[in-house]
């Protein structure tokens, strides 16, 4: 029911992620973020906030992607219900889909990128995620807001969407989480927030927000 994607940006070290689905409220149900720690997506047909940031608390202490997907999945017995994928603050990836998830389903991983979904059209759905990411050029947040384009027009969930979100982390910038918990076109009204959030007096304000590594930032 759901279509997600973790990346990590090579050239600033910023992790994002993207996700759609057809039902409400996709970006409170499936991201989670940490410049720290890294990403997570969980998601499928029971999917479990506890394993999203739990993910990101295993993480944070240096364990890795992999091993985060083994901990959380091997103590749940709800585990054939769900899907997490991870990607940990080294750029290593990992994905757990649960065999009672809706076919079809699946993940692709590699280094610095993970993409998963369940209720989808076909394998087709992720690997333009993932193709489209990996071709894109651009900010990391415009790369994935055309990796969860060509998604849809892959196929995306079979229901349709009615949700999507954006979330980027760094050490750098403040978060950016921009979520479109329902609409008829909720990639279309992503993209609108998404470029209201570059332009005019928010853009303008987001450089005296406090970030990780210069955390006393203000109003000089």
């Known amino acids: 029911m759901t279509y997600s994607i973790l990346a990590q940006d090579p050239g600033t070290g910023a992790f994002g992620g993207a ?15 940490d410049s720290r720690a890294g990403m997570s997506a969980s998601q499928g047909a029971a999917p479990s906030t506890l394993w999203g940031e739990d993910a990101l ?3 944070r202490a240096g364990t890795s992607a992999a091993q985060t997907v083994e901990h959380l999945t091997q103590a749940d017995r709800g585990a054939h219900w769900r899907q997490l994928a991870t990607l940990d603050r080294d750029g290593h990836t990992a994905c757990h889909t649960g ?5 079809w389903k699946g993940a692709l991983i590699a280094p610095g990128l ?5 209720m989808l059209a076909g394998p087709q759905v992720i690997e333009a995620l993932r193709d489209t990411y990996l071709s894109a050029t651009g900010p990391l947040a415009e790369r994935l807001l055309a990796a969860l384009a060509a998604a849809d027009a892959a196929g995306g969930d079979v229901r349709g969407l009615q949700s999507a979100a954006l979330l980027v982390v760094s050490d750098d910038a403040p978060p950016l989480s921009l979520r479109i918990d329902w609409a008829a076109d909720p990639i279309g009204a992503l993209e609108v927030l998404y470029a209201r959030s570059q332009s005019g007096e ?4 987001l450089p ?4 990780r590594n210069d955390p006393e930032r203000g109003h000089d």
């Open 202 to 205: 928010y853009a303008a304000w």
């Open 208 to 211: 005296t927000v406090p970030t």
């Open 99 to 103: 065999a009672q998830n809706t076919d």
């Open 19 to 33: 996700a759609a689905t057809g039902a409400l409220c996709v970006g409170g149900w499936v991201l989670r973020g």
């Open 114 to 118: 993970v993409v998963a979904g369940n």
């Open 57 to 59: 608390a295993l993480m």
